[in-house]
């Protein structure tokens, strides 16, 4: 199974194409989706737009599984603008009719690590433990989008041993 995982963001978004076969996960490519600072919200928005269809139509996925909205009391503009970059994300895979999973950062980060409030370095390094990577990913966006593609394969993993009884 092919999951898309996307670390929505409007500067910079990560994403990440893994697959899984066999209980064993790898990643297929990894990377993020920059906009450039002076252009307009607009233009930004239709660059991710173009940027997501590209990926969906090079993988795909049979899942893409997306990091919610986060909102700090005291930066609340920074939520309102991610919440623009993940309406397109969540509008272009509608488009192509691919289930859509959600998982908090709290949730990722104990699915990765056991730990739901661990570190960006601690996420980095579980990744690159369990997946056997030479180096830790980089930048932050990279690994949180291979994060949010595992925390759904794990997911996915616990409700098929339900359903098989185990």
């Not at 194409?17 to 600072?37: F, M, S």
């Not at 990722?108 to 661990?118: D, E, F, L, M």
């Not at 949180?144 to 394969?153: K, N, P, R, W």
């Given at each position: 199974?092919?999951?898309?995982?996307?670390?929505?963001?409007?500067?910079?978004?990560?994403?990440?194409?893994?697959?899984?076969?066999?209980?064993?996960?790898?990643?297929?490519?990894?990377?993020?989706?920059?906009?450039?600072?002076?252009?307009?919200?607009?233009?930004?928005?239709?660059?991710?737009?173009?940027?997501?269809?590209?990926?969906?139509?090079?993988?795909?996925?049979?899942?893409?599984a997306?990091?919610?909205?986060?909102?700090?009391?005291?930066?609340?503009?920074?939520?309102?603008?991610?919440?623009?970059?993940?309406?397109?994300?969540?509008?272009?895979?509608?488009?192509?009719?691919?289930?859509?999973?959600?998982f908090?950062?709290?949730?990722?980060?104990?699915?990765?690590?056991?730990?739901?409030?661990?570190?960006?370095?601690?996420?980095?390094?579980?990744?690159?433990?369990?997946?056997?990577?030479?180096?830790?990913?980089?930048?932050?966006d990279?690994?949180?989008?291979?994060?949010?593609?595992?925390?759904?394969?794990?997911?996915?993993?616990?409700?098929?041993?339900?359903?098989?009884?185990k």
């Amino acid at each position: 199974m092919r999951i898309l995982g996307i670390d929505p963001g409007l500067q910079v978004c990560g994403y990440a194409c893994i697959e899984t076969a066999a209980g064993q996960e790898h990643v297929l490519e990894a990377g993020i989706i920059r906009t450039d600072r002076k252009l307009s919200l607009e233009e930004k928005l239709k660059r991710i737009a173009d940027d997501m269809e590209a990926l969906l139509v090079k993988f795909r996925p049979e899942a893409v599984a997306v990091e919610e909205l986060y909102s700090h009391y005291a930066h609340p503009r920074t939520a309102i603008l991610m919440g623009h970059a993940r309406g397109v994300i969540l509008q272009k895979v509608a488009e192509v009719s691919i289930k859509v999973r959600s998982f908090s950062a709290t949730r990722i980060k104990k699915s990765v690590t056991g730990n739901g409030r661990a570190s960006k370095e601690q996420v980095q390094r579980t990744i690159a433990t369990i997946l056997s990577l030479p180096e830790v990913p980089t930048p932050n966006d990279v690994a949180d989008a291979i994060a949010v593609a595992l925390c759904c394969a794990n997911s996915r993993d616990q409700a098929l041993g339900k359903v098989m009884g185990k």
